[in-house]
């Protein structure tokens, strides 16, 4: 599966296409196909979800420093899917914005686990982890971490929580750069004061479509 065919599958769960769990307040989906299993964590798409996001100060963890509100419920979701993950079989980890900064920690969770067939695709992640953390992405097994940002027009979103001196977050690593910023009028100077530069739709599926030809 591509990476576009990657982010056009969490924009159907977006749209409700995709069988949604939700566990200790972490909404995700498992699509089991006979040779991969996607773990998809959605984006922010509720009040919950919001609360999640503002909850920026970081947590101690065995992953390293995270972010408390993404990382908060993930555990829940492994002590409740573990069986349905089997370590024999590829596991394809994916998400945008909260669901981005969850996908990223969840590679580390199923690392440090044992798993060694994983993949972790993620679309305008934020800040997330120290570094630590991030950089234990770079060990993920069978492919290098792919996360896609919108930086050529300002996704704002993926430089947020903001650096503090007591809050050492680190950039996630390998940032691919994408060139799609709509807006109403489809002009692109317009994108960096439009929230549309952060869209899965609006902007990463369309990025990838149109690097893909």
Same mark, same amino acid.
């Given at each position: 599966?591509s990476? =576009?065919?990657?982010a056009?599958?969490?924009?159907d769960?977006?749209? &409700?296409?995709?069988?949604?769990?939700?566990? /200790?307040? %972490?909404?995700?989906?498992?699509v /089991?196909s006979?040779?991969?299993?996607d773990?998809?964590?959605?984006?922010t798409?509720d009040?919950?979800?919001?609360?999640?996001? =503002?909850?920026?100060?970081?947590i101690?963890?065995?992953?390293?420093?995270?972010h408390?509100?993404a990382?908060? &419920? =993930?555990l829940?979701?492994?002590?409740?899917?573990?069986?349905?993950?089997?370590k024999?079989k590829?596991?394809?980890?994916?998400? +945008?914005?909260? &669901?981005?900064?969850? /996908?990223s920690?969840? #590679?580390?969770?199923?690392?440090?686990? &044992?798993?060694?067939?994983?993949?972790? %695709?993620?679309?305008g992640?934020?800040?997330w982890?120290?570094?630590?953390?991030v950089?234990?992405l770079?060990y993920v097994?069978n492919?290098?971490?792919?996360?896609? +940002?919108n930086?050529?027009? +300002?996704?704002?979103f993926?430089?947020?929580?903001?650096?503090?001196?007591?809050?050492?977050? #680190?950039?996630?690593?390998n940032?691919?750069? %994408?060139?799609s #910023?709509?807006?109403?009028?489809?002009?692109w100077h317009?994108?960096?004061?439009n929230?549309?530069?952060?869209?899965?739709?609006?902007?990463?599926i369309? /990025? =990838?479509?149109?690097?893909?030809?």
């Amino acid at each position: 599966m591509s990476d =576009l065919q990657i982010a056009q599958q969490l924009q159907d769960q977006y749209d &409700g296409s995709t069988p949604l769990k939700n566990t /200790a307040g %972490v909404a995700y989906s498992i699509v /089991a196909s006979d040779y991969v299993i996607d773990l998809m964590f959605r984006g922010t798409s509720d009040l919950e979800d919001a609360k999640r996001d =503002l909850e920026a100060g970081m947590i101690s963890t065995a992953f390293g420093q995270l972010h408390r509100g993404a990382w908060s &419920g =993930l555990l829940e979701v492994f002590s409740t899917e573990e069986m349905n993950l089997p370590k024999n079989k590829p596991i394809r980890i994916s998400g +945008h914005s909260l &669901g981005a900064m969850r /996908a990223s920690m969840a #590679a580390n969770i199923l690392s440090q686990k &044992g798993w060694t067939m994983l993949e972790c %695709v993620t679309f305008g992640c934020p800040l997330w982890g120290d570094s630590f953390a991030v950089n234990n992405l770079n060990y993920v097994k069978n492919r290098t971490y792919q996360n896609y +940002h919108n930086l050529f027009e +300002h996704d704002f979103f993926t430089s947020i929580p903001i650096y503090l001196p007591s809050e050492p977050y #680190a950039a996630p690593p390998n940032r691919i750069q %994408v060139w799609s #910023a709509p807006t109403a009028h489809n002009e692109w100077h317009d994108a960096p004061y439009n929230i549309q530069c952060h869209s899965l739709k609006d902007c990463y599926i369309q /990025a =990838l479509e149109k690097m893909n030809g």
